[in-house]
């Protein structure tokens, strides 16, 4: 696990400020709610958070009857003031989620018997995995049984720090009693317990809910904040970091997870499905759609790369046309190509193209059968083109793409 601090967030620098500010001057809310898109590190700055709050080095270890006298030994002389110091032992404790005094509540999907394991591989490969990304079924939600266990707990005070902090994670999975439960909890005066929930979805939080945090919001990162950290911190190459953050949304959680697939191959396979479509030759598109291998709600997923993907080529194609330089185009490892067939393709056809996949986009979010829309779509992009001069008339010369 990364242990991240809130000094090191990605991203504008509002939300990190704003937090070192709050544990600097330690006076907390009760409640706080991150809000943002998916992906772009509510969950991160939630522990860092945690991690900043329960750091001794500015609170001293909690001492019980004279048992203990200090942990000054461990404090670091460079500690900072309003972060996490990342060594005392409350900070070894809360990097392994093992502090007792943070208790970290996220979806989990699955029968009842299986939770207590499901939870801990999933802190076990958020511990390993450094780029670690939730993923959770549709059905996935904060267990009741987990809540439960966690309100009892609350009655009694913390175990080593002032405070305890609760962690959930996309509070928005849970039930009416749930919420109602946890209102009263932070609606209690002089409450030891600091909760931070995090939300990609607000609108399904009873109103009651904002109203009563300390509301914190996380915008999109920038492709080249996205960009940046593939490249120095998991490996990418720029070729594929500039595509991952082209295709992210400002999700860097997006970015990680498409780049288990591959990325450049499958954009390859993806430009490679235009050829057909461009060719207006349907039996070759109809097989390479088949390719693609796709069934269910993956296979949903997978189409919907693929059209991105061609939207991101088609965007660089108009680029080129305006004479971008090399460093504006996302695949610019394939530049030649690019410039090429900007050559040879109208902006008002390539703004034509972009409309069809844009559509298409729209269809295979709504058609029982992705494929066909998909090779419907396609299908068109050959066509439509103006008759006279522009276009060579005969059949093969077509072949533009
Ligand atoms: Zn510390």
């Not at 907390?28 to 750091?55: D, H, M």
């Not at 000054?72 to 409350?90: E, F, K, L, R």
């Not at 939600?141 to 009694?156: H, N």
């Amino acid at each position: 696990m990364t242990v991240v601090r809130l000094a090191e967030l990605l991203g504008p620098p509002g939300p990190s400020v704003f937090l070192r500010g709050v544990v600097a001057g330690g006076r907390y809310a009760n409640a706080y709610l991150f809000l943002g898109a998916p992906g772009v590190g509510k969950g991160t700055a939630a522990l860092a958070f945690a991690r900043a709050l329960l750091c001794e080095t500015r609170n001293g270890p909690k001492v019980q009857g004279g048992l203990f006298d200090g942990g000054a030994a461990a404090t670091p002389a460079d500690a900072p003031a309003d972060d996490a110091c990342g060594a005392c032992s409350a900070c070894q404790k809360s990097a392994q989620l093992t502090h007792p005094d943070l208790k970290f509540l996220f979806p989990v999907s699955g029968e009842e018997k299986e939770l207590e394991k499901n939870v801990a591989e999933t802190q076990q490969a958020l511990r390993e995995d450094s780029f670690f990304v939730f993923n959770y079924e549709k059905a996935a939600s904060i267990r009741l049984s987990l809540t439960r266990e966690l309100l009892r707990e609350l009655a009694y005070r913390p175990y080593e720090a002032e405070r305890r902090v609760v962690v959930v994670r996309d509070a928005d999975r849970m039930r009416g009693d749930q919420y109602s439960a946890l209102l009263k909890s932070i609606e209690e005066p002089g409450a030891s317990t600091v909760w931070v929930l995090t939300t990609a979805r607000a609108s399904r939080l009873p109103a009651t809910i904002p109203s009563r945090c300390q509301r914190v919001r996380f915008t999109p990162l920038s492709e080249p904040t996205i960009q940046q950290f593939l490249e120095q911190r998991v490996g990418s190459t720029t070729p594929e970091a500039r595509l991952l953050a082209a295709l992210s949304g400002g999700s860097l959680a997006r970015a990680l997870t498409l780049r288990d697939r591959k990325p450049l191959e499958e954009r390859n396979q993806a430009l490679r499905l235009l050829e057909p479509a461009l060719q207006g030759d349907p039996a070759a598109l109809w097989a390479a759609v088949q390719t693609l291998n796709s069934y269910g709600r993956a296979g949903r997923e997978v189409l919907r790369r693929m059209a991105e993907f061609q939207q991101l080529w088609l965007r660089d194609l108009l680029r080129a046309r305006q004479g971008a330089p090399r460093e504006d185009l996302v695949n610019r490892d394939r530049e030649a190509e690019i410039r090429r067939q900007a050559e040879r393709t109208e902006p008002v056809e390539i703004r034509r193209r972009l409309m069809v996949l844009e559509e298409m986009l729209r269809a295979i979010e709504g058609n029982v059968t992705p494929e066909l829309a998909m090779f419907s779509a396609l299908s068109r992009l050959g066509g439509g083109r103006p008759d006279g001069d522009t276009w060579p008339p005969h059949a093969t010369a077509r072949w533009d793409y």
